[in-house]
C-alpha cells in the first residue's frame, strides 16, 4: 500500500481479543448485559400525614410528597399499576402527638395503623411494610428512649416490640426495624410468634450508618434529632466488618431480609453482604441520594433518566436484590418504555 493511503486497515493490530465486539450493536449489547433491573425489585417509600385531600413537596426532595391517606392511596395504586410489588411506609406525626417513649407509635388508630389497614383494603396485593423505630413519635428525634442524653437500648425494645405488634395487628406484610438497638430483631420475633403472627415478615436495617444523606428524609418527617447525633446507634461509615457482625447478628435473630443504609457510597458493603448470606439483601437508596441527583437533573447537569437507570442498576450489580428508592415508580415508568 501506497504510503499515502488513506484506509486504514493496514493498521489492523493482531489483536484475537476485541472486547469492543460484544459492544457492537444495542441488540449484542443486550444479549450480554450481566445485570437487569426489573420493576419487581424496586420499594417505594412513602410519607403519609394526617388530613384530607392534600400533598406537600417536600422542599429538599423535589417531585416527592407527603399525602394525606385519601391521595396516598391514590399513589399506592399508580405504583401498584406499574406493576411495584412493595412500598415502605413512614408516618409524619403531629407534633402534640409526640412524647420521650413514642407512645403514639402503638396507638390501634394510630396514622400508620389506619393507613395500613385502608392500603389493604384498597390494593391488598401490595407488599406493605412498615418502619419500626422510635425517631418519628419522639420529642426527641432519636430512635430511642432518651434519659440524661444517652439512648437506651432494652426499655427502648420494649417500645419497639409494641409497635410492631401493633402494626401487624393492622395487617401489615414486613415490619422493618429502622432503629439499631441491640437485639430487636429477636425480641421482635419472638413477640410476632408468640401473639400468632407467625407469618408477618422482618426487613431487618442491618447495616444502617450513621449518615449526612438522611437529611431530607428528616425535613420529610420533621424528625431530626433535638439534640446530639446517632453514633452511638447508627454505625462508623468508616466500617464494613461490622457490617458483617450485625447482618449475622439479624439473621440469627430471625430476620427475613437484610438490608443496607445507604446504598450508593456502601456499593462495597452490599457486595460483601451478599457473599455473606443468601437471604435476600435491601439497598436504600436514601433521600440525600435521590435529593443530590435530583438537584443536579434540574440544573442541567446530569441527564436524570440515564442517571436514574445507572445508579439503580449499580445497586443490583453489587448485590441488592431489592431496592427503596424514591425514584420507583419513576424508574417503573423508564423501564416500561
Ligand atoms: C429513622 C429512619 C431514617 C431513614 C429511614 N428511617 C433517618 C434516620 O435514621 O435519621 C432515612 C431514609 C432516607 O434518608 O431516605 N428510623
Redesign the pocket.
Known sequence: MSPNSTSYTSAALSLPNRPRRLRRTAAIRRMVSETQLHVEDLIY?LFVMEGENRKVEVPSMPDCFRYTLDLLLHEVKEAAALGIPAIAL?PVIPEDFKDSTGTESYNPDGLVQRTIRAIKEVVPDIVVIT?V?L?PYSSDGH?GIVEDGVILNDETVDVLVKMALSQADAGTDFVAP??MMDGRIGAIRDALDEAGYTDVGILAYSA?YASA??G???DALD?APKFGD?KTY?MDPANAREAILEVDLDIDEGADIVMVKPALAYLDVIYRIRETTDLPVAA?N???EYAALKAAARNGWLDEPTVVLETLTSMKRAGADLILTYFAKYAAQLLAR
Do not use: E, I, N, T
Open positions: 417509600p413512614f418502619d423505630a425517631d430512635d429502622s432503629d444502617k444523606y438522611y431530607p428524609f428528616r424528625s446517632k447508627q436504600y436514601v433521600s440525600g
